[in-house]
C-alpha cells in the first residue's frame, strides 16, 4: 500500500491570544496526537492572535491513495497556556478525510447469454436421415435460439446454430421432437452459452478496462469501484452497490526470470487486497497478475535474471 501526504484544516476563532494546542485521534482511538511547543508549522502549536480574530491549523496526515475508504477524526484545540490534563478551554472539533474522488464498491455480475455454439456428445441413432433446420431451443430461461441439425446414416452429424437467441440463464437443449425417429439411441447435445458481452471495468479515477465478450459466464461477478452512482452496464449484466472499501492505482505485470538458473522470489498485493508470493525458475514468468502499484518485492538468487514487464492498468477490488 501506498502512503501519501494530506490534511485536514481546522478553523475556529480564538479569544486567547498566543500558542494553541491541537489535539486529534481516529474516532476511537485511545490516544490523541498533539501539537508540541516550537515554531508554528506541522506537528507544532499554532499561534492565534485572539480577540474573536480567525486561527486555523493544517493537521498533516498520511493516508493510503490505494482505499476509498473515508477516515473520521476527533479532537479538540485548547489555548496553550492550559495543563495538557485539563479540560478547561477545549473546544471539541470532529473532521473527516474523504478521499478525491470517493468511490463506491460495486458488484457486476453475467446474468443471462444468447447461446454459443453446440458440443455433440453423442450422435445417438435411429433418426431419419436429412437437414432439419431451425429446431428450436427448450428451457433455459431464453428465447429465439435455433439450430440446425443434419443426420448421416441415422446419427446427428451436425448441430450448428441458427440463431443465437437471448436472455438465457441456463443451457436449454434442442428439440429434436420433429426428427422422425425409431427406436435407437437419443443422442446427447449440450448447448452452450456465450457469456455475458463487452463489459467496461472501472476503477476509482474513472478509467476503465474494457473485458471481451464471454469474459464472464453465468452467475460469476466482478468488483470494480466507480466514484459516482452506479455506471451503466449492458443489458445482460446487474450491478448493485456493495459496502466496503476499493483498491485503486492497480497494475497489470508480468514477472520474468529471463536466465535458466537460479530462482526469484515475489510477492506482491494483489487487487483483492490479497497477499500473494511465490518462486519462479529457470526461464518463467508469472504471466500478467494484477497488483497494487509499488507492493511487488522480488529477491533474485543468482544466476537468475529479473525483467519486469508492464503490460497495462487494471481494476481490482
Known sequence: ?????????????????????????????????????????????????????????????????????????????????????????????????????????????CENSPVLDTTINDGGSGYSDGVYPALPAIGGGGTSATFDVTVAGGIITIAAVNTVGSGYTSAPTIDLSSIPFIPGTVADISVNLRGCGQLRRYDCSGAFVSLPVGALQIGETIMECFPGAAPEVPSDFSISEQT??????????????????????????????????????????????????????????????????????CTGV
Not at 39 to 46: R, S, W
Not at 51 to 80: F, H, K, R, W
Request: with cysteine.
Open 1 to 109: 500500500m501506498a502512503l501519501v501526504p494530506a490534511n485536514i484544516a481546522i478553523n475556529w476563532l480564538s479569544q486567547y491570544a498566543g500558542p494553541h494546542r491541537v489535539c486529534y485521534r481516529i474516532v476511537g482511538a485511545p490516544t490523541y496526537t498533539c501539537t508540541v511547543p516550537g515554531t508554528p508549522g506541522p506537528g507544532y502549536h499554532p499561534v492565534c492572535s485572539g480577540g474573536g480574530a480567525p486561527c486555523s491549523y493544517d493537521i498533516p496526515l498520511m493516508v493510503d491513495n490505494e482505499t476509498c475508504e473515508q477516515i473520521d477524526y476527533e479532537g479538540y484545540v485548547q489555548a496553550a497556556c492550559e495543563d495538557e490534563a485539563s479540560l478547561i478551554g477545549r473546544i471539541a472539533f470532529t473532521a473527516s478525510f474523504i478521499p478525491a474522488p470517493a468511490c463506491k464498491r460495486y458488484e457486476v455480475t
Open 244 to 313: 466496503g472499501n476499493c483498491l485503486c492505482n492497480c497494475i497489470e505485470q508480468d514477472i520474468q526470470n529471463t536466465f535458466d538458473g537460479g530462482t526469484i522470489d515475489y510477492a506482491y498485493v494483489d487487487c483483492n487486497g490479497a497477499n500473494v508470493g511465490g518462486t519462479l525458475t529457470n526461464i518463467d514468468s508469472t504471466g500478467p497478475v494484477c497488483m497494487v502499484d509499488g507492493s511487488l518485492i522480488t529477491t533474485v538468487n543468482a544466476p537468475a535474471v529479473l525483467n519486469i514487464a508492464v503490460v497495462g492498468a
